[in-house]
């Protein structure tokens, strides 16, 4: 007999809901308790997985493996081809091992829920619990309401609402203590299951060797990791955050984001751990760095609550139905200059070429490269998301989908269409000194200056050229008055 636990993106032992529940399972029947990880390749190819994520994945399993092995738990991690088999496959397993129950998290997109529904229906054939538990937000979707009965589609006063339910709910918060050290017979019994090695990354989503070297120096992976960052950024930086967030070269906010979407890390430890070193003890007053940083983490549970409940949104539609008529342009020229950070705007360039050397990139700067794709080029912002995906080491569904509505105004932001960000006047705001842009640009490094913002058309321009630096590639001022007139078509406005 034995109890088992399947990882997903929940990879940690710490303040983990199904896993501590198995756990106790477990205990109470005096059985084992097995860990499970599938690697689906065609997941991974379905949602555009980055290679670099699928790659810190496998990484992160590796430290799970010790680190449940130190407790005599075993993870046994397999490849299943094909997706739609996963759940026959854990069955099958499940009957080599006896075991009679299936703990996990539960993941909230279309195709999750969908697996999820099969396994439930295989586990009731066969005699096997199933329990699939809320852990990866802190407020569950479905628990806040409008007055009405409704569910909110505004940040602001759903933000609100969440506040109030935590406050009145403080034990949502709490720690799940980590497994307990299982029996010491499950080492002879599963041994073969302790020695099975990690599978390598599918061949369409290995990294090459370079590759390899630079992200695992720059994303150790594992929970540890995701704790000891999260513990440094409380005590060095988080009572600066509301200040500085919005500097992308200021280095401020906990790149943290990783852990968070693999689950190397919980909202919950990440919000009770800002709460507990706030004056006030609570989360939406006391120190105004921490207060703004828990509105940002907050923004990941939001995003989540919007895909449960609009779960159209996985499916390439926009949140808003009316902005499905606006009229893309298609050009794949000016897609590829942005893909390759050769657009002449030095800001949107520098933050493309940060994401192709870290597999991240600054919020701020998030937004205005979306903001520039969408709006100056007036592509689809379909592409954009799923260039992001295909790159980012936080890649996540729900985050991503939103941060991209958002910038094309076609999401929930009830902002309208006509706000268009200036990539100059966001480059003197954001980046006043040139600093972010220098590191990531190293040819403009030698401009001096405002010309940084824009050397063509600041008196640069010679030099910009000799560096190979490519002039602005559209007119932000006619390129804004064409984004207006084709939104305004598409409401019927015009
Ligand atoms: P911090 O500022 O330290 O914030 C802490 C945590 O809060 C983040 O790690 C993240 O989990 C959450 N968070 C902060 N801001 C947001 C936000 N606007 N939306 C949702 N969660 C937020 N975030 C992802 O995790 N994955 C993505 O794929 C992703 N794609 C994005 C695409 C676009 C177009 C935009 C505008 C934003 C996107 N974001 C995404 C949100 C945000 O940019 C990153 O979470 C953030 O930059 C991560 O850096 P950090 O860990 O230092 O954040």
Not at 15 to 35: E, F, Q, T
Not at 108 to 135: K, M, P, W
Not at 456 to 478: F, L
Request: charged share 30%.
């Amino acid at each position: 007999d034995a109890v088992v636990h399947w990882f997903k993106r929940d990879l940690r032992t710490k303040d983990n809901r199904a896993l501590h529940l198995a756990s106790k399972k477990a205990k109470s029947k005096g059985v084992p308790l097995i860990c499970l990880f599938i690697v689906s390749p065609q997941d991974y190819q379905a949602h555009l997985t980055a290679p670099v994520r699928v790659d810190f994945e496998l990484r992160t399993l590796q430290v799970l493996k010790e680190d449940l092995a130190r407790k005599d738990i075993p993870l046994y991690v397999e490849t299943v081809e094909v997706r739609k088999k996963a759940p026959g496959r854990i069955i099958e397993l499940c009957q080599s091992w006896g075991a009679k129950h299936i703990f996990c998290n539960i993941e909230y997109e279309v195709d999750e829920l969908r697996r999820e529904t099969l396994l439930t229906n295989s586990c009731l054939e066969q005699g096997i619990d199933f329990h699939a538990v809320h852990d990866d937000v802190v407020v569950p979707p479905g628990n806040l309401t409008t007055g009405q009965g409704k569910q909110y589609s505004v940040y602001t006063p759903w933000y609100k609402a969440w506040i109030r339910h935590i406050h009145e709910n403080p034990t949502i918060l709490d720690e799940f203590a980590a497994p307990e050290q299982n029996p010491a017979s499950a080492r002879q019994k599963h041994a073969d299951l302790f020695k099975t090695p990690i599978p390598p990354a599918p061949e369409n989503k290995k990294l090459n060797d370079e590759e390899k070297e630079r992200f695992k120096a720059l994303w150790p992976p594992g929970e540890h990791e995701a704790l000891d960052r999260l513990s440094s950024f409380l005590n060095k930086k988080i009572t600066n955050y509301k200040d500085a967030r919005n500097i992308p070269a200021a280095n401020s906010t906990g790149v943290i984001s990783v852990h968070l979407s693999s689950g190397t890390l919980a909202a919950r430890t990440a919000i009770r751990s800002a709460r507990n070193i706030n004056s006030s003890n609570k989360l939406d007053s006391g120190n105004e760095g921490i207060k703004t940083w828990i509105s940002e983490v907050a923004w990941r549970d939001f995003y989540k609550h919007v895909l449960a409940h609009w779960p159209y949104v996985c499916m390439s539609k926009p949140f808003k139905y009316e902005y499905t008529k606006v009229r893309w342009e298609y050009n794949d020229e000016h897609f590829a200059r942005w893909c390759e950070g050769r657009t002449g705007f030095p800001l949107v360039d520098a933050a493309i070429r940060q994401m192709h050397s870290m597999a991240y990139m600054h919020n701020r700067c998030r937004m205005l490269v979306a903001s520039f794709l969408c709006k100056d080029l007036l592509l689809d912002w379909r592409i954009g998301e799923r260039y992001f995906m295909e790159h980012l080491i936080d890649g996540d569904f729900a985050s991503n989908n939103g941060g991209w509505g958002f910038s094309a105004s076609t999401g929930v932001d009830p902002q309208p269409y006509f706000r268009v960000f200036n990539p100059l006047l966001q480059s003197e705001k954001f980046d006043e000194q040139g600093e972010y842009i220098r590191k990531w640009l190293p040819e403009l490094k030698n401009i001096k200056g405002k010309a940084i913002h824009d050397p063509y058309g600041r008196g640069a321009g010679k030099e910009a050229e000799k560096a190979g630096y490519p002039r602005p590639m559209v007119d932000h001022k006619v390129c804004r008055d064409r984004c207006l007139a084709r939104y305004k078509e598409a409401l019927g406005k015009s």
